[in-house]
């Protein structure tokens, strides 16, 4: 039903910023969440961000408050992560998700949705 692309990975020295998009298509609803979640080498995906559609109201990891900045567009079905002050920690594969639910939004669990992911390397 919802169909999500991920762009804007790429490699970046620590430090430096970088903005991911996820673009939806399909059928959306207002009281969606849209979620962003990145996934290291052996790691388990963990939860980086997420944002309502409706209203606006945004969460952040704590590993990444203060650093990203997670928006969207409504217009455009699409949503930013803005990644400033990159670390070399936050090398991963970063997915985007899209949970029909306001409950557990940081859950990976509870996200219906996913996209094919875009690579973010930063380097030391």
């Known amino acids: 039903q919802v169909q999500l692309v991920e762009s804007g990975g790429g490699l970046v020295q620590a430090g430096g910023s970088l903005r991911l998009s996820c673009a939806a298509s399909g059928r959306t609803f207002s009281s969606y969440v849209m979620g962003w979640f990145r996934q290291a080498p052996g790691e388990e995906r963990e939860f980086v961000s997420a944002?309502?559609?409706?209203?606006?109201?945004?969460y952040y990891a704590n590993s990444v408050k203060g650093r990203f900045t997670i928006s969207r567009d409504n217009a455009k079905n699409t949503v930013y992560l803005q990644m400033n002050s990159l670390k070399p920690e936050d090398t991963a594969v970063y997915y985007c998700?899209?949970?029909?639910?306001?409950?557990?939004?940081?859950?990976?669990?509870?996200?219906?949705?996913w996209g094919q992911g875009t690579q973010v390397t930063v380097s030391s």
């Open positions: 998700a899209a949970n029909p639910s306001p409950s557990r939004l940081a859950a990976v669990a509870a996200y219906d949705y």
């Open positions: 944002i309502r559609w409706s209203g606006g109201s945004t």
